[in-house]
């Protein structure tokens, strides 16, 4: 079956580490992005990459890095300058031009910072 | 700026029919699609509209209305699954890219009593 995984599902970090979040997809689309959600907000985008070897910031990316070295996988690190980063991270992917602004997304991973 | 303003919190009975609005303002417009989201599940896409007019998939129906800057998300025959929030999200002009990237509204959270 074709679709994102993230790993983990929950994840808890002491203040002042660096954590990285899996994502990989096998639905071969050449778009990937990360999006953070906060409780009663909407998607806000992170990061995307429109191609491997290639990628852009979003709204929100400081704080954040992320690598595209394989079209299947596109980790994000949040690192220890993110200032609050408790959130519900999520995953998506899509065609690169999409006819209908679908995006397909993954079971995100819930961050806690102690 | 691009926004999308919808209201946060809609409350109905099983087997009525219930209006989410959205509206939008955005530098360009690729149409405006429609995303339901399970309490701590990942996003799902629901519907697109590209153009002026109603799309119906089965007891949803999205509405666009271009000339107004506004659409709407009907669900009929409500039931209890169908609580969920729902984001509309449009894809604004140049933003990131020759289509740009998606942009979501905060969500309406959708209480189905019984």
């Known amino acids: 079956d074709g679709g994102i995984t993230q790993s983990p599902k929950y994840l808890f970090r002491k203040e002042g580490q660096n954590v990285t979040l899996s994502c990989e997809q096998n639905?071969?689309?050449?778009?990937m992005y990360w999006y953070r959600q906060d409780p009663g907000q909407g998607l806000r985008l992170i990061y995307y990459?429109?191609?491997?070897?290639?990628?852009q910031k979003g709204d929100i990316a400081e704080g954040y890095s992320v690598s595209r070295e394989k079209k299947e996988s596109f980790p994000l690190t949040v690192t220890s300058a993110q200032k609050n980063p408790t959130a519900f991270y999520l995953c998506?992917?899509?065609?690169?031009?999409?006819?209908?602004?679908?995006?397909?997304f993954g079971p995100g991973t819930r961050l806690t910072v102690l | 700026g691009q926004s999308l303003e919808q209201p946060s919190e809609v409350t109905a009975v099983e087997g009525a029919i219930v209006q989410i609005n959205c509206t939008y303002q955005?530098?360009?417009?690729?149409?405006l699609s429609w995303y339901q989201q399970h309490d701590g599940g990942a996003p799902t896409f629901l519907s697109y509209?590209?153009?002026?007019g109603l799309e119906e998939t089965g007891r949803f129906s999205s509405f666009l209305s271009r000339s107004d800057s506004y659409g709407y998300l009907l669900l009929q025959e409500l039931q209890m699954k169908d609580s969920a929030s729902y984001f509309c999200?449009?894809?604004?002009?140049?933003?990131?890219?020759?289509?740009?990237?998606?942009?979501f509204g905060k969500g309406t959270k959708l209480s189905v009593k019984p």
């Open positions: 998506a992917s899509s065609e690169q031009l999409t006819r209908n602004n679908e995006q397909f």
């Open positions: 999200a449009s894809r604004g002009g140049n933003y990131g890219g020759s289509q740009g990237n998606l942009i």
């Open positions: 509209n590209a153009l002026d």
């Open positions: 955005t530098s360009g417009f690729y149409g």
């Open positions: 990459s429109q191609i491997v070897n290639d990628f």
């Open positions: 639905l071969n689309h050449d778009a």
